[in-house]
Nanobody
Framework: QEQLVESGGGLVQAGDSLRLSCATS????????MGWFRQAPGKEREFVAT????????KYAESMLGRFTVSRDNAKNTVYLQMNSLKPEDTAVYYC????????????????WGQGTQVTVSS
C-alpha cells in the first residue's frame, strides 16, 4: 500500500514560484502513475497534471500548460510539481495521488491520496 506525503506549499505572491514534493513510502513506486490535483474552497477537486510510471509522459490541465511542470525521481520515490507564474486563482489545497499502471486525468481513477498541502497566492 502506498502512503503519500506532500510538502512545499505556502503563501506566495502572484508571479512567484513554488515546488511541491510528494514522497511515497511504498516499495513499488515504479508501478504507479502519479497525479496532482487541487481543490479550492467550495469547488470540486480538479486535475492539474499527471506523469507516467517512467516519467516519459506527462499531461496537464489547459490552464497550467506552460506554467506547471510535473516530474518524478524513481530512485527517491518522489514526484514533484514545479509551479511558476502563480496566480491568485491557483490558491487551493494540492494533492498528489497514485494510480496503478496507467496515468489518468480523472480523480476517481486514483486509489491512493496524500493529505494535501495548502498553496495560497496573494495578489
Amino acid at each position: 500500500q502506498e502512503q503519500l506525503v506532500e510538502s512545499g506549499g505556502g503563501l506566495v505572491q502572484a508571479g512567484d514560484s513554488l515546488r511541491l514534493s510528494c514522497a511515497t513510502s511504498g516499495r513499488s513506486f515504479t508501478n504507479y502513475a502519479m497525479g496532482w490535483f487541487r481543490q479550492a474552497p467550495g469547488k470540486e477537486r480538479e486535475f492539474v497534471a499527471t506523469i507516467t510510471r517512467s516519467g516519459g509522459g506527462t499531461k496537464y490541465a489547459e490552464s497550467m500548460l506552460g506554467r506547471f511542470t510535473v516530474s518524478r525521481d524513481n530512485a527517491k520515490n518522489t514526484v514533484y510539481l514545479q509551479m511558476n507564474s502563480l496566480k491568485p486563482e491557483d490558491t487551493a489545497v494540492y494533492y498528489c495521488a497514485a494510480r496503478l499502471w496507467d496515468s489518468s486525468v480523472h480523480v476517481t481513477d486514483y486509489r491512493y491520496w496524500g493529505q494535501g498541502t495548502q498553496v495560497t497566492v496573494s495578489s
